[in-house]
């Protein structure tokens, strides 16, 4: 096999196995945009300062961004990334200038009770399913945010309009 081959038949492959896990996990690996990831530094910034000494994890970290911005923000905070999928979990974690932790795990099946702060951009379909996990087994004084869709069972502290971001909104919930 000659080397285009080898990187056709290589390219082929992981589109295939991250279209497997995208319909498996019923959400695409698109980033958040930057205007959303702007607003909830700032956000978070204006309620937490530095955020020292917390735990902020991004469940469902795709391919590692947000985790990225947050660690270069808050260097004082530990930035976990949790992410299902091979491919974007490979990417983020193989990133040379990585300076959060990312772990590849179902977020469904691990625990949150002590985690400061939460990040979410999934589906509605997922924020349904969360929403029982998010009500009863969170730590007091929780954050936590939603990119693109409410958690309905919850009542939202804050709605912060994301201009330019297919996002459109972002929740952040105070529990
Ligand atoms: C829209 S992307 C979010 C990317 C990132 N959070 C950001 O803001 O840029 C959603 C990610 O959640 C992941 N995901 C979906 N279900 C998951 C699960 N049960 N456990 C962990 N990750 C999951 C998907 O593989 C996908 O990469």
């Known amino acids: ?9 290589t390219i082929i492959i992981i589109v295939i196995v991250n279209t497997i896990y995208s319909t498996k996990y019923k959400v695409v690996n698109m980033p958040s945009a930057p205007n959303t990831r702007k607003a909830i530094i700032k956000d978070l910034k204006s309620l937490k300062g530095d955020c020292a000494n917390l735990r902020i994890y991004d469940c469902g970290s795709g391919w590692g961004g947000l985790c990225k911005k947050l ?3 808050f260097p004082n905070a530990t930035v976990t990334g949790i992410e299902i999928s091979p491919i974007p979990f490979i990417v983020s974690y ?3 200038f990585r300076r959060y932790k990312v772990k590849r795990d179902n977020l469904f099946k691990i625990d949150l009770s002590n985690i400061d702060v939460l990040i979410f951009y999934l589906s509605p379909h997922h924020m349904e399913q969360l929403s029982k996990k998010l009500k009863n087994n969170t730590k007091e004084n929780v954050i936590i945010y939603s990119q693109g869709f409410p958690i309905l069972e919850l009542e939202a502290s804050e709605i912060i309009g994301i ?3 297919l996002e459109k909104k972002l929740y952040r919930y105070d529990l």
């Open 1 to 9: 096999m000659d080397i285009a081959s080898f990187i056709l038949l």
């Open 71 to 73: 660690s270069k923000f």
């Open 94 to 96: 193989f990133n040379p």
């Open 163 to 165: 201009p330019y971001a």
